[in-house]
Nanobody, 124 residues
Framework: QAQLVESGGGLVQAGGSLRLSCAAS????????IGWFRQAPGKEREFVSA????????AYADSVKGRFTISRDNAQNTVYLQMDSLQPEDTAVYYC?????????????????WGQGTQVTVSS
């Protein structure tokens, strides 16, 4: 059974930083690309960032480019999302997921296993 667990969310003031972690079971993680998505109340889930299995390829949504950085530690089976210069519009539940095609594409349908999510709230 594939498993991903997010952590690191919380409440932060605008301009602040948070680092999210996505811990995966070894079977889930091994050679898979991992993505981060977010969903705000009343909105659809949207792509944030993704990273290939070896970290060689990354992708970002335009809204977070230059502010968020994705990385991974394969020895720890963990993917990180460093979020800097946070803004109130970044407030959402953040999810990590495994890409079933091994790519960094942004479509929700390309991801099969999802974590339970972690809340990020940015106050103005």
């Amino acid at each position: 059974q594939a498993q991903l667990v997010e952590s690191g969310g919380g409440l932060v003031q605008a301009g602040g930083s948070l680092r999210l972690s996505c811990a995966a079971s070894r079977r889930t993680f091994s050679t898979n690309a991992i993505g981060w998505f977010r969903q705000a109340p009343g909105k659809e889930r949207e792509f944030v960032s993704a990273i290939s299995w070896n970290g060689g390829n990354t992708a970002y949504a335009d809204s977070v480019k230059g502010r968020f950085t994705i990385s991974r530690d394969n020895a720890q089976n963990t993917v990180y999302l460093q979020m800097d210069s946070l803004q109130p519009e970044d407030t959402a539940v953040y999810y990590c997921a495994r890409n079933k095609y091994g790519s960094t594409r942004s479509r929700v349908a390309d991801y099969d296993y999802w974590g339970q999510g972690t809340q990020v709230t940015v106050s103005s």
